[in-house]
C-alpha cells in the first residue's frame, strides 16, 4: 500500500504545482509570463517521468491555466494571442519531451523487459529444477555442486546446503567415484556432451544409494568452467526388485547345478546376500530329532569380520519360537526385524556388536515340513517389504524342496553305492544276466573264481555254465534259467575255470522285475563249494569207509565168535580125553599097561592143547603185526636140507625125502627161523597126509626175482571143494582118510602169514588121490637177483 | 570090529559111539563096558547111520563135527528110519545156545564134552532103563 500511495502523490504533485502557481498568479496578478515557465517545468517533469495520459492531463489544465491567465489580465486580445503562443509553445515543447522522454522510455522498457523475462525463466527453471521428479543439480566440471534441487538433496539424504558444501565425486561411492570423476573430465574437456550410468551414491550414514546418473554438458558458468546438468533417480526400487529378481535367478540357477545342499549352500546363500544386499546368511536346520535348528551352513563376504559372530552361533541350539529364527521355525512364516537396535531380540546385542541391525528369516520348507530357516542380516537397519517377504517365501520353498530332492537323492546315491560295494566286493560271484540268459555284467568275485576276463566270460564260460545250470537244474525239478523262470533255490554244477581247475559252484538264480512286473533280468550267485563238495565227498566216503569197517567189524564179530567156538572145541575134544582119562586112573583099579597107555593119550591130547596155544598166539601177532620178523641173508636151500634131516630123523612115518635144489639159487632176504618153521610145516603136513612110502619133493628154483620153493607129496589130496580154504584156519581136510590126521588146523594159515610178511605168495596145486603140492615165494636179496655164479663153483 | 551083543531079552543094551576122535572113542569104550553096555564105534556120520541101522543099538552116543556126514545129520537120518531109537548128542561144541539146537534137531539128551565119567553112565543108563525091568 505505501507503494501506491506513493505513487498517487508522485502523479498528483504537477497538479497541485499548477492549482498553487495558477492561485499565486490570480492573487498577485502577476503576468502570466512569469507563471509560464512554471507551468512549463511542472509539464516537463510530468512529461520526463509519467506516462502520455498524465502529460496530456497536465497539459490541458496547464494550458487552460495560461489562457484564463491572460484573460483576466490585460488586454484580451494581446494576452490570448500571448497566451495560445504560450499554449502551443508548451505543447510542443511537452510533447517534444515526450516523445524524447518515451523514446527514451520505450527503450528503457524493453531492456527492463529482457530483464523480466530472463528473470521470468530463471524462475520457471528454478521451479521446474525444485517441482521436477528425478534430482537436478549443476556441477562444474570438478564436480563442485552450483544448484542441486530438493529432490537430489532428498535422493541423497542430505540437506540441499549440506550437498552444497560437498561435490558430486564426494557423494559418489569409492566404487563408482572413479567412472564418475572419468566422466566429468571428459565432459568438461567437451569430449563428449553426455554422459549416463548407474552408480551408487552415499547416503550419510554409509548406505549405498544407487542412481541412474546422467550428466549433460550445458554452458560456460561465470567462472569459465564448463557447466554440467547433473540429472539423478533413485533407482534404489528398481534396483531392489532387480536384485530380488537376479537372487531369484540366482538361487534356481544354483539349485539346478548343484548336485547336494552343502555343495549349493555356499553359492546359494551368497547370492542372496549379494543380490538382497545383506551381510549375513546362515542356515538353520533342524535338528535333535527336530527339537531344536542347528547352524548349518552360512556365508559372509570376506573381509566382513563376521566370523566372530558366527563362528559361535555353530554351537548355538535354537528352540521353537526363540529370536527371529525360532519364531519363523514355529509359525512357518518368514518374518523381519528392520532394526535390531530397537528390538529386544536374544541375539541383539551381539549383532549390534558385529553392527548387524537388520535381519529377515524365512523358512525352508518341503512337503508343508518345515526344514530350516535361512536368517540374513544385514548392518543397514530397513524394511523388509512385502515384496522381499514373498520372494524369501518363495524361495524358501524351492530350497527346501532342493534340499529334500538332493538328500533323497544322496540317500539313494548311498543305497547304490551300498549295492554296488556289495556287488564289487562281495566274496559270492554275481552275474547279471539278461532274460534271454545273455551274461551282462559279472562281478570281480565270479571273474576271480572263474579265472576270466568278463569278455572270456562272456562269451565262453557263461553259456557253458548256463548249460550247466539248466542240466543240474532239470535234475533237481527246478525251473530252468533259461526259461527265465528261476526259483530260489540252488543247484550245483561242475565248472572249469580259464586256469583248468575244476569247481564245484552253487548257483542261485534270482528274477528281478521291472516296474510291470515283467522279467527285467535275472540275478545268478556263484558260491564256490568246491570245498564244501570235497569235503562232502570226504564225509561220504568216511561214512562208507565207516560203514564198511562195521561191517568188517561185524564180520570179524563173527569171525571171533565163529573163532571162539573153534578154538574151544578143538580145546574141548582135546580135553575129553585128557580129562576122561585121568578120570580113570585117578579112580583106580587099572591095570598099569593100561595106565601107560592112558598117559600117553592123555600126554598126546596136552601137547596138543598146547600147541593150539601156541599157533594161536602167533597168528594173532602176526595178524595184528606184532609179530617182527628179523630179516638176513637166508639160504634157502640150507633151510630146506636142515628141514629135510629133522624130518626124516623125527617121523615115525615112512616117507622118502627129495630135494630138488637148485644150486644157482641166489640168497633171500628173511627170517631163518620162520623160513624153517614154513618148509616144516609145508614137510610136515606132507607127511601126514602121505601113505606109508610116500614120496615128499622139496624143490627150489629161482623165479623173476624170487625163490620158489615147492613142497609136493603123493598124498591124499585135497577135495575141490576144499582146496579154497586150505589157509583158513582150523579148515583141516577131513574127509576120507585125512579125519585121523591131528593137526591144529592153524598150521596152514601161519604160513601163509609168514610167506606174506616176507613179500612172498603161497598157493597150492592138489589132485585127490595123486597128492598136493604147495609153492612158496621169497624175495632174492637185492645184490642177488642176478644169479650167483660162486654158488655154482 | 564091533561085538555083537542082543538089544533083546536080557543080553546087555548096545551103545554106539560115533565120534572121529580115536581117543574119545576108547575112553567111551573102556567107560561103557565098564559100566556094562555093549559098545560099537563109528567114526564118521555115515558110518554111524549104517551101523545104527543095522545093529539097531540101544542108544547112540553122537558126536557132531565129523568129517563127511556130521552127527546131526546121521541122527537125523537115523530118527527118521528108528524113530525109537536114542540118541544122545555128545558134543565139544558146548555153547549154550547149541545145547538147544541140539534138542531141537531131535537129541533125547546132550552131553557136552569133555564129560565126567559118571555123567556118561548115567545118560546111557537113564535111555537104555526099560520101563517094563
Same mark, same amino acid.
Given at each position: 500500500?505505501?507503494?501506491?500511495?506513493?505513487?498517487?502523490?508522485?502523479?498528483?504533485?504537477?497538479?497541485?504545482?499548477?492549482?498553487?502557481?495558477?492561485?499565486?498568479?490570480?492573487?498577485?496578478?502577476?503576468?502570466?509570463?512569469?507563471?509560464?515557465?512554471?507551468?512549463?517545468?511542472?509539464?516537463?517533469?510530468?512529461?520526463?517521468?509519467?506516462?502520455?495520459?498524465?502529460?496530456?492531463?497536465?497539459?490541458?489544465?496547464?494550458?487552460?491555466?495560461?489562457?484564463?491567465?491572460?484573460?483576466?489580465?490585460?488586454?484580451?486580445?494581446?494576452?490570448?494571442?500571448?497566451?495560445?503562443?504560450?499554449?502551443?509553445?508548451?505543447?510542443?515543447?511537452?510533447?517534444?519531451?515526450?516523445?524524447?522522454?518515451?523514446?527514451?522510455?520505450?527503450?528503457?522498457?524493453?531492456?527492463?523487459?529482457?530483464?523480466?523475462?530472463?528473470?521470468?525463466?530463471?524462475?520457471?527453471?528454478?521451479?521446474?529444477?525444485?517441482?521436477?521428479?528425478?534430482?537436478?543439480?549443476?556441477?562444474?566440471?570438478?564436480?563442485?555442486?552450483?544448484?542441486?534441487?530438493?529432490?537430489?538433496?532428498?535422493?541423497? #539424504?542430505?540437506?540441499?546446503?549440506?550437498?552444497?558444501?560437498?561435490?558430486?565425486?564426494?557423494?559418489?561411492?569409492?566404487?563408482?567415484?572413479?567412472?564418475?570423476?572419468?566422466?566429468?573430465?571428459?565432459?568438461?574437456?567437451?569430449?563428449?556432451?553426455?554422459?549416463?550410468?548407474?552408480?551408487?551414491?552415499?547416503?550419510?550414514? #554409509?548406505?549405498?544409494?544407487?542412481?541412474?546418473?546422467?550428466?549433460?554438458?550445458?554452458?560456460?558458468?561465470?567462472?569459465?568452467?564448463?557447466?554440467?546438468?547433473?540429472?539423478?533417480?533413485?533407482?534404489?526400487?528398481?534396483?531392489?526388485?532387480?536384485?530380488?529378481?537376479?537372487?531369484?535367478?540366482?538361487?534356481?540357477?544354483?539349485?539346478?547345478?548343484?548336485?547336494?545342499?552343502?555343495?549349493?549352500?555356499?553359492?546359494?546363500?551368497?547370492?542372496?546376500?549379494?543380490?538382497?544386499?545383506?551381510?549375513?546368511?546362515?542356515?538353520?536346520?533342524?535338528?535333535?530329532?527336530?527339537?531344536?535348528?542347528?547352524?548349518?551352513?552360512?556365508?559372509?563376504?570376506?573381509?566382513?569380520?563376521?566370523?566372530?559372530?558366527?563362528?559361535?552361533?555353530?554351537?548355538?541350539?535354537?528352540?521353537?519360537?526363540?529370536?527371529?529364527?525360532?519364531?519363523?521355525?514355529?509359525?512357518?512364516?518368514?518374518?523381519?526385524?528392520?532394526?535390531?537396535?530397537?528390538?529386544?531380540?536374544?541375539?541383539?546385542?551381539?549383532?549390534?556388536?558385529?553392527?548387524?541391525?537388520?535381519?529377515?528369516?524365512?523358512?525352508?520348507?518341503?512337503?508343508?515340513?518345515?526344514?530350516?530357516?535361512?536368517?540374513?542380516?544385514?548392518?543397514?537397519?530397513?524394511?523388509?517389504?512385502?515384496?522381499?517377504?514373498?520372494?524369501?517365501?518363495?524361495?524358501?520353498?524351492?530350497?527346501?524342496?532342493?534340499?529334500?530332492?538332493?538328500?533323497?537323492?544322496?540317500?539313494?546315491?548311498?543305497?547304490?553305492?551300498?549295492?554296488?560295494?556289495?556287488?564289487?566286493?562281495?566274496?559270492?560271484?554275481?552275474?547279471?544276466?539278461?532274460?534271454?540268459?545273455?551274461?551282462?555284467?559279472?562281478?570281480?568275485?565270479?571273474?576271480?573264481?572263474?579265472?576270466?576276463?568278463?569278455?572270456?566270460?562272456?562269451?565262453?564260460?557263461?553259456?557253458?555254465?548256463?548249460?550247466?545250470?539248466?542240466?543240474?537244474?532239470?535234475?533237481?525239478?527246478?525251473?530252468?534259467?533259461?526259461?527265465?523262470?528261476?526259483?530260489?533255490?540252488?543247484?550245483?554244477?561242475?565248472?572249469?575255470?580259464?586256469?583248468?581247475?575244476?569247481?564245484?559252484?552253487?548257483?542261485?538264480?534270482?528274477?528281478?522285475?521291472?516296474?510291470?512286473?515283467?522279467?527285467?533280468?535275472?540275478?545268478?550267485?556263484?558260491?564256490?563249494?568246491?570245498?564244501?563238495?570235497?569235503?562232502?565227498?570226504?564225509?561220504?566216503?568216511?561214512?562208507?569207509?565207516?560203514?564198511?569197517?562195521?561191517?568188517?567189524?561185524?564180520?570179524?564179530?563173527?569171525?571171533?565168535?565163529?573163532?571162539?567156538?573153534?578154538?574151544?572145541?578143538?580145546?574141548?575134544?582135546?580135553?575129553?580125553?585128557?580129562?576122561?582119562?585121568?578120570?580113570?586112573?585117578?579112580?583106580?583099579?587099572?591095570?598099569?599097561?593100561?595106565?601107560?597107555?592112558?598117559?600117553?593119550?592123555?600126554?598126546?591130547?596136552?601137547?596138543?592143547?598146547?600147541?593150539?596155544?601156541?599157533?594161536?598166539?602167533?597168528?594173532?601177532?602176526?595178524?595184528?603185526?606184532?609179530?617182527?620178523?628179523?630179516?638176513?641173508?637166508?639160504?634157502?636151500?640150507?633151510?630146506?636140507?636142515?628141514?629135510?634131516?629133522?624130518?626124516?630123523?623125527?617121523?615115525?612115518?615112512?616117507?622118502?625125502?627129495?630135494?630138488?635144489?637148485?644150486?644157482?639159487?641166489?640168497?633171500?632176504?628173511?627170517?631163518?627161523?620162520?623160513?624153517?618153521?614154513?618148509?616144516?610145516?609145508?614137510?610136515?603136513?606132507?607127511?601126514?597126509?602121505?601113505?606109508?612110502? #610116500?614120496?615128499?619133493?622139496?624143490?627150489?628154483?629161482?623165479?623173476?626175482?624170487?625163490?620158489?620153493?615147492?613142497?609136493?607129496?603123493?598124498?591124499?589130496?585135497?577135495?575141490?571143494?576144499?582146496?579154497?580154504?586150505?589157509?583158513?584156519?582150523?579148515?583141516?581136510?577131513?574127509?576120507?582118510?585125512?579125519?585121523?590126521?591131528?593137526?591144529?588146523?592153524?598150521?596152514?594159515?601161519?604160513?601163509?602169514?609168514?610167506?606174506?610178511?616176507?613179500?612172498?605168495?603161497?598157493?597150492?596145486?592138489?589132485?585127490?588121490?595123486?597128492?598136493?603140492?604147495?609153492?612158496?615165494?621169497?624175495?632174492?636179496?637185492?645184490?642177488?637177483?642176478?644169479?650167483?655164479?660162486?654158488?655154482?663153483? | 570090529?564091533?561085538?555083537?551083543?542082543?538089544?533083546?531079552?536080557?543080553?546087555?543094551?548096545?551103545?554106539?559111539?560115533?565120534?572121529?576122535?580115536?581117543?574119545?572113542?576108547?575112553?567111551?569104550?573102556?567107560?561103557?563096558?565098564?559100566?556094562?553096555?555093549?559098545?560099537?564105534?563109528?567114526?564118521?556120520?555115515?558110518?554111524?547111520?549104517?551101523?545104527?541101522?543095522?545093529?539097531?543099538?540101544?542108544?547112540?552116543?553122537?558126536?557132531?563135527?565129523?568129517?563127511?556126514?556130521?552127527?546131526?545129520?546121521?541122527?537125523?537120518?537115523?530118527?527118521?528110519?528108528?524113530?525109537?531109537?536114542?540118541?544122545?548128542?555128545?558134543?565139544?561144541?558146548?555153547?549154550?545156545?547149541?545145547?538147544?539146537?541140539?534138542?531141537?534137531?531131535?537129541?533125547?539128551?546132550?552131553?557136552?564134552?569133555?564129560?565126567?565119567?559118571?555123567?556118561?553112565?548115567?545118560?546111557?543108563?537113564?535111555?537104555?532103563?526099560?520101563?517094563?525091568?
Amino acid at each position: 500500500m505505501p507503494f501506491r500511495t506513493r505513487g498517487l502523490v508522485r502523479r498528483a504533485t504537477p497538479f497541485a504545482g499548477i492549482a498553487a502557481v495558477f492561485a499565486v498568479a490570480i492573487a498577485t496578478g502577476a503576468p502570466a509570463l512569469l507563471a509560464f515557465p512554471l507551468f512549463l517545468l511542472a509539464v516537463l517533469s510530468v512529461a520526463l517521468f509519467d506516462n502520455s495520459a498524465q502529460l496530456i492531463g497536465i497539459g490541458i489544465v496547464a494550458a487552460l491555466a495560461i489562457l484564463i491567465l491572460s484573460i483576466t489580465q490585460l488586454g484580451p486580445t494581446s494576452n490570448l494571442a500571448t497566451a495560445v503562443f504560450e499554449v502551443a509553445v508548451l505543447g510542443i515543447v511537452a510533447a517534444a519531451v515526450h516523445e524524447v522522454v518515451e523514446h527514451a522510455r520505450l527503450a528503457e522498457g524493453s531492456a527492463e523487459q529482457k530483464a523480466i523475462e530472463l528473470e521470468s525463466i530463471d524462475e520457471r527453471l528454478r521451479m521446474t529444477l525444485e517441482a521436477a521428479m528425478i534430482g537436478l543439480g549443476l556441477v562444474t566440471a570438478s564436480g563442485r555442486w552450483v544448484q542441486v534441487n530438493e529432490k537430489l538433496a532428498a535422493i541423497l #539424504g542430505r540437506g540441499r546446503e549440506e550437498l552444497m558444501q560437498m561435490g558430486l565425486l564426494e557423494v559418489t561411492s569409492d566404487a563408482d567415484r572413479g567412472v564418475v570423476e572419468d566422466a566429468l573430465g571428459k565432459l568438461g574437456r567437451r569430449e563428449i556432451v553426455r554422459w549416463e550410468g548407474e552408480v551408487a551414491e552415499t547416503a550419510p550414514d #554409509g548406505r549405498w544409494i544407487p542412481v541412474a546418473l546422467a550428466v549433460v554438458a550445458l554452458g560456460d558458468h561465470v567462472s569459465g568452467e564448463p557447466l554440467l546438468l547433473v540429472q539423478e533417480t533413485d533407482i534404489s526400487a528398481r534396483k531392489r526388485l532387480d536384485g530380488m529378481r537376479d537372487a531369484l535367478v540366482a538361487v534356481r540357477h544354483v539349485i539346478v547345478t548343484a548336485n547336494s545342499w552343502e555343495q549349493a549352500a555356499p553359492a546359494l546363500l551368497g547370492s542372496l546376500c549379494s543380490h538382497l544386499d545383506w551381510d549375513l546368511a546362515q542356515y538353520w536346520s533342524v535338528a535333535d530329532e527336530r527339537h531344536a535348528l542347528r547352524l548349518r551352513n552360512s556365508w559372509f563376504s570376506d573381509g566382513s569380520n563376521l566370523e566372530d559372530f558366527n563362528d559361535p552361533a555353530r554351537n548355538l541350539s535354537i528352540e521353537v519360537g526363540g529370536g527371529l529364527v525360532g519364531r519363523v521355525w514355529q509359525s512357518g512364516v518368514a518374518a523381519s526385524l528392520d532394526d535390531l537396535a530397537t528390538n529386544d531380540y536374544e541375539q541383539a546385542s551381539a549383532e549390534r556388536h558385529v553392527g548387524l541391525r537388520s535381519a529377515v528369516a524365512f523358512p525352508v520348507v518341503s512337503g508343508g515340513t518345515t526344514m530350516g530357516v535361512i536368517e540374513l542380516l544385514g548392518r543397514h537397519a530397513r524394511h523388509s517389504d512385502d515384496d522381499l517377504v514373498m520372494l524369501l517365501s518363495t524361495a524358501g520353498v524351492e530350497i527346501g524342496q532342493f534340499i529334500q530332492r538332493t538328500e533323497t537323492a544322496e540317500a539313494l546315491r548311498h543305497s547304490e553305492a551300498d549295492h554296488r560295494a556289495i556287488y564289487e566286493r562281495s566274496p559270492i560271484g554275481i552275474a547279471r544276466v539278461s532274460a534271454d540268459g545273455e551274461l551282462l555284467e559279472g562281478n570281480p568275485a565270479l571273474l576271480h573264481m572263474l579265472e576270466h576276463d568278463l569278455d572270456t566270460m562272456r562269451s565262453q564260460a557263461w553259456p557253458d555254465l548256463l548249460r550247466a545250470y539248466d542240466q543240474a537244474a532239470g535234475r533237481a525239478r527246478i525251473a530252468p534259467l533259461l526259461a527265465g523262470i528261476p526259483d530260489q533255490r540252488s543247484v550245483h554244477v561242475r565248472a572249469a575255470t580259464g586256469g583248468g581247475r575244476w569247481l564245484w559252484l552253487q548257483l542261485t538264480a534270482t528274477s528281478i522285475p521291472d516296474a510291470s512286473g515283467q522279467l527285467e533280468h535275472l540275478l545268478v550267485m556263484a558260491e564256490d563249494v568246491t570245498t564244501v563238495r570235497e569235503t562232502q565227498d570226504r564225509l561220504a566216503e568216511a561214512l562208507d569207509s565207516q560203514r564198511s569197517a562195521n561191517a568188517t567189524l561185524e564180520k570179524l564179530d563173527r569171525t571171533k565168535t565163529e573163532f571162539l567156538s573153534i578154538v574151544s572145541h578143538e580145546f574141548r575134544t582135546a580135553l575129553t580125553g585128557i580129562q576122561g582119562f585121568s578120570e580113570l586112573i585117578r579112580d583106580g583099579g587099572i591095570e598099569p599097561e593100561e595106565i601107560r597107555a592112558y598117559g600117553g593119550y592123555i600126554f598126546n591130547d596136552a601137547d596138543r592143547v598146547n600147541r593150539l596155544i601156541g599157533d594161536m598166539l602167533d597168528l594173532d601177532r602176526m595178524e595184528s603185526g606184532r609179530m617182527s620178523i628179523r630179516l638176513a641173508d637166508v639160504d634157502i636151500n640150507d633151510v630146506v636140507t636142515d628141514v629135510i634131516t629133522r624130518a626124516a630123523s623125527g617121523s615115525a612115518v615112512i616117507v622118502e625125502f627129495k630135494a630138488d635144489l637148485d644150486p644157482r639159487l641166489p640168497i633171500v632176504t628173511g627170517d631163518r627161523d620162520r623160513m624153517v618153521q614154513v618148509v616144516s610145516n609145508l614137510a610136515n603136513n606132507a607127511v601126514k597126509y602121505s601113505p606109508d612110502g #610116500g614120496i615128499v619133493t622139496l624143490s627150489t628154483r629161482a623165479e623173476g626175482g624170487f625163490a620158489l620153493i615147492s613142497v609136493a607129496d603123493t598124498g591124499l589130496g585135497i577135495p575141490p571143494d576144499e582146496i579154497g580154504h586150505v589157509f583158513e584156519r582150523f579148515r583141516r581136510v577131513r574127509s576120507g582118510a585125512a579125519q585121523s590126521i591131528p593137526g591144529t588146523g592153524l598150521g596152514l594159515t601161519i604160513v601163509k602169514q609168514i610167506v606174506e610178511m616176507h613179500g612172498g605168495k603161497i598157493w597150492v596145486e592138489s589132485a585127490v588121490g595123486h597128492g598136493s603140492a604147495f609153492h612158496f615165494t621169497i624175495p632174492l636179496a637185492a645184490e642177488h637177483t642176478a644169479p650167483n655164479p660162486l654158488r655154482h663153483a | 570090529m564091533p561085538e555083537l551083543m542082543g538089544t533083546d531079552g536080557y543080553g546087555p543094551s548096545m551103545v554106539l559111539v560115533a565120534d572121529d576122535n580115536e581117543v574119545a572113542q576108547r575112553l567111551c569104550r573102556r567107560v561103557l563096558e565098564k559100566a556094562g553096555f555093549g559098545v560099537l564105534i563109528a567114526s564118521d556120520g555115515l558110518q554111524a547111520v549104517d551101523l545104527a541101522l543095522a545093529q539097531n543099538p540101544n542108544v547112540i552116543l553122537m558126536d557132531v563135527a565129523m568129517p563127511g556126514m556130521d552127527g546131526l545129520e546121521a541122527m537125523r537120518q537115523i530118527k527118521a528110519a528108528r524113530p525109537e531109537m536114542r540118541v544122545v548128542i555128545a558134543s565139544a561144541h558146548s555153547m549154550a545156545s547149541d545145547r538147544e539146537r541140539f534138542l531141537a534137531a531131535g537129541a533125547d539128551d546132550v552131553l557136552s564134552k569133555p564129560f565126567r565119567l559118571g555123567d556118561l553112565v548115567a545118560v546111557v543108563q537113564k535111555l537104555t532103563a526099560r520101563p517094563s525091568a
